[in-house]
């Protein structure tokens, strides 16, 4: 269930122009993907024998440039500030849409964490899984099995995962109050005591003259529309990612602490970028 906490965006008519647009970079984007899969399928087995199933040092660099082709194609410019950790440890972000995954994978090998749900999406679900996602159930029945893979993933595939604590995406204007549950997997034992969380916030610049929410997507908008919104715009917008100072987990006291100054960076990160001030600079 996505939020459905503002009006919708009313959808503009897309016109002979934009259908021609639409068609042409998303038949560029699906030989990117296409190309990056089969690329990756290949390189994926000989990576498991001499890496170990869990590490990824290829396919993940795969990802990234694939992914930061489709933000070329699509005319999305990317501005970055501050510094992305390198270490194994997580980035928890706000999530604006489906489009969050380019940019953040672009700047860097990571490993998504997503809803179970995605594994069964047609398409997304196969590229999902080809790139290495970590799919976690939201009941709580499975939340000790759900810890135990997340620690395996940190510890053993030595990988950055990238959190959405908000648990859904929203219209891109505000960040909503971080669930402090997916924190608990941090709080382990036996995690290595320097493990950090890297909070990040993803800021989305509208193109002219188009809604401020053009890259949001939340309550019952479809895939499909936000789609062709993004693919037929004559000129997109840009995105600015924010890395902000890495939080050591062993400098808090509770899951609920570390969620809630995570909470606070992404946050004043959004409001930041979105200022008239934060605009002009990027």
Request: proline share 5%; hydrophobic share 50%.
């Amino acid at each position: 269930m996505r939020w459905d906490g503002a009006p919708q965006v009313t959808p503009a008519s897309v016109g002979v122009l934009g259908l021609l647009r639409a068609c042409l970079r998303g038949a560029a984007i699906i030989l990117v993907i296409g190309f990056g899969f089969l690329t990756l399928l290949l390189c994926r087995v000989p990576e498991r024998v001499i890496a170990g199933p869990l590490r990824r040092p290829l396919t993940a660099r795969i990802t990234q440039i694939v992914c930061a082709f489709v933000c070329m194609i699509l005319g999305l410019k990317v501005t970055r500030k501050g510094n992305a950790a390198q270490a194994a440890g997580a980035i928890v972000a706000n999530h604006v849409s489906w489009l969050d995954i380019f940019p953040l994978n672009s700047g860097g090998p990571v490993v998504f964490v997503a809803k179970s749900e995605v594994r069964a999406w047609a398409g997304i679900g196969i590229l999902a899984r080809a790139a290495g996602t970590v799919f976690i159930e939201r009941r709580r029945m499975a939340a000790k099995d759900q810890n135990r893979l997340l620690h395996m993933r940190l510890t053993e595939g030595a990988e950055r995962l990238v959190f959405f604590p908000e648990g859904t995406s929203t219209d891109g204007l505000r960040v909503l109050p971080f669930r402090s549950s997916l924190f608990e997997a941090f709080f382990a034992a036996d995690l290595p005591r320097d493990i950090t969380v890297q909070p990040v916030t993803i800021a989305y610049h509208a193109p002219a003259g188009e809604n401020p929410a053009f890259y949001g997507w939340w309550g019952d908008q479809s895939f499909g529309a936000g789609l062709m919104r993004v693919l037929s715009v004559r000129k997109n917008g840009h995105v600015t990612v924010i890395y902000h100072a890495p939080l050591r987990v062993s400098q808090f006291a509770s899951r609920k602490a570390l969620a809630q100054a995570a909470e606070t960076a992404v946050r004043a990160g959004l409001a930041q970028a979105l200022s008239p001030e934060g605009t002009e600079a990027s």
